[in-house]
């Protein structure tokens, strides 16, 4: 227990900087939003660069993106079935499913992996997520559009912003010049390992400002969990067990599967005119369940 706290007490204390600046009044909401505008645009692609560009690559990397779209697609189709059957209304129905579709990993998990496995193991988590992306900014996003009030019963696709979003883009980037044996100036290296550094506390720092849990809708609230994380984590099981998954593809699908609501859910809930409360309420509850579930799952599964 003593060494799980000492792994686990960096993140621990941003988490409960961020949430203490936020209930003295030190860091608002609109901060939270700006912090996660700079991680997702320039800490975290720094991180995803540098794993990548560092990496050695080899050809069972090919599966995880199908694995980290199919996954939450599977979810997404079985909280739908069972939204069906309890006659959820539309803007619930929207939240709920955008809910079970997308995992957090860039938000939420990117750090923990570093911190936990090193850059072999977040390489991995990155490619998965490069099919939660896809789920996130297509699927996702069509569903919202479809159960929202703005643009009712309408499909589309949100193509700008997959394809301008710089996770994304750097990607194809990164795996070119390790394909190619390029060295980068020591300059460029240099700045991304200065962005790399933050990812870890301007991460926790903003999870700690979103955590606000509320009673509300409290029932739907734990079915939402359990169709996000447990069934997730259940489905990951059964994946790594039918394709015989080793190695630290099992601990990404994994871990992965039954990782926290995705901030989207939040952005396409208030764009589309769908149940922000409930959005909100599920990303808090779940950013506090899945810190948990990452401590539990560190102690039962093997590093490979």
């Not at 309890?86 to 803007?91: C, F, S, Y």
């Not at 460029?188 to 301007?202: E, H, K, R, W, Y």
Request: hydrophobic share 55%; with cysteine.
């Amino acid at each position: 227990m003593p060494a799980l706290l000492s792994e686990f007490l960096p993140f621990i204390l941003a988490l409960v900087l961020g949430f203490s600046y936020k209930r003295l009044g030190i860091l608002t909401r609109e901060d939270g939003r700006v912090i996660a505008r700079l991680v997702v645009n320039v800490t975290f692609p720094a991180v995803a660069f540098t794993a990548l560009y560092h990496a050695t690559l080899s050809a069972d990397i090919l599966l995880l993106p199908v694995l980290g779209l199919c996954t939450p697609l599977g979810q997404m189709l079985i909280a739908y079935l069972l939204a069906r059957r309890i006659r959820l209304p539309d803007a619930e129905m929207g939240v709920f499913l955008c809910n079970a579709g997308v995992m957090n990993l860039a938000f939420f998990l990117f750090p923990i992996f570093l911190q936990l496995y090193g850059f072999d193991a977040l390489t991995r988590l990155v490619i998965f997520d490069t099919g939660n992306a896809l789920m996130a900014f297509l699927v996702t996003f069509a569903v919202a559009r479809y159960y929202g009030s703005r643009g009712k019963g309408q499909i589309a696709f949100n193509w700008r912003g997959l394809l301008l979003s710089p996770p994304l883009l750097v990607l194809p980037v990164a795996l070119l010049l390790n394909y190619g044996n390029v060295a980068l100036p020591p300059a460029i290296t240099d700045l991304l390992d200065v962005a790399a550094s933050a990812n870890m506390l301007l991460v926790m720092l903003g999870l700690g400002i979103y955590i606000e849990p509320r009673p509300y809708k409290t029932r739907l609230v734990a079915l939402g969990l359990f169709m996000r994380m447990g069934l997730g984590l259940l489905l990951g099981v059964i994946v790594v067990s039918v394709l015989n998954l080793g190695g630290l593809n099992r601990l990404v699908v994994l871990m992965g599967a039954g990782m926290p609501t995705g901030m989207t859910s939040l952005i396409y809930a208030a764009n589309e005119g769908l149940d922000t409360e409930l959005a909100a309420n599920l990303i808090s509850y779940s950013f506090i369940v899945g810190f948990v579930l990452v401590m539990v799952l560190y102690t039962l599964l093997p590093y490979p």
